[in-house]
Nanobody, 116 residues
Framework: QVQLVESGGGLVQAGESLRLSCACS????????MGWYRQTSGNERELVAS???????KYGEFVKGRFTISRDSAKNTLYLQMNNLRPEDTAVYFC??????????WGRGTQVTVSS
């Protein structure tokens, strides 16, 4: 059973940085993509960043160069470096691994709160 555990969330002030981590319990050799979504109360999850099996990356429009997704294969860990955080970035951040179109795994989320 694949398990994903996020960490690194917390309370920061606007303009500060956080690095989120997503530790995967199993090494996944092949996958379609992996990445991060975020969700605020009453809203749908929105894509923050993703990385395909070919290492191409995609970001939500709101990122505007502030976030960077990366992966350490040796540690089975996915990262999201978030710089210049804004109050509107406040949300629960979830990581996911999509192995196939019908097989994906999600973490339980980590709270990020940015004060103004």
């Amino acid at each position: 059973q694949v398990q994903l555990v996020e960490s690194g969330g917390g309370l920061v002030q606007a303009g500060e940085s956080l690095r989120l981590s997503c530790a995967c319990s199993t090494y996944i050799l092949r996958f379609l993509d992996m990445g991060w979504y975020r969700q605020t109360s009453g809203n749908e999850r929105e894509l923050v960043a993703s990385m395909s099996g070919w290492r191409s990356t995609k970001y939500g429009e709101f990122v505007k160069g502030r976030f960077t997704i990366s992966r350490d294969s040796a540690k089975n860990t996915l990262y999201l470096q978030m710089n210049n955080l804004r109050p509107e970035d406040t949300a629960v951040y979830f990581c996911y691994y999509r192995v196939t179109d019908t097989e994906d795994y999600w973490g339980r989320g980590t709270q990020v709160t940015v004060s103004s």
